[in-house]
C-alpha cells in the first residue's frame, strides 16, 4: 500500500504522522543514529493516522519505512 507520512518539527524533535488508504501491517522505520522513536513497529489501518514521536537534536528531512507489505 502507499504510505504517506509528513515530519513535523516539535520542542523534542519531530512528529513523524502516517496515514495509508489500505491496511499496511508491520510498518518499521529505519534506525537514525543519535534518534529514539515512541514506536517503531505498527500496523496502520485504512484512513486513519499514526503519530510517532522522533526524539532527536538532529535536523532531519526525511524518513525511510519498511513494511511486510
Known sequence: PEIKHKLEKT?????????SKKLAKN????????????DNF???LPNTKKTIKINTSKEIDKIEIITLN
Do not use: R, V
Not at 11 to 19: E, L, M, Q, V
Open 11 to 19: 520542542s523534542f524533535g519531530y512528529n513523524a504522522i502516517f496515514t
Open 27 to 38: 510498518i518499521y522505520i529505519k534506525p537514525m543514529q543519535n534518534a529514539e522513536f515512541s
Open 42 to 44: 505498527f500496523d496502520l
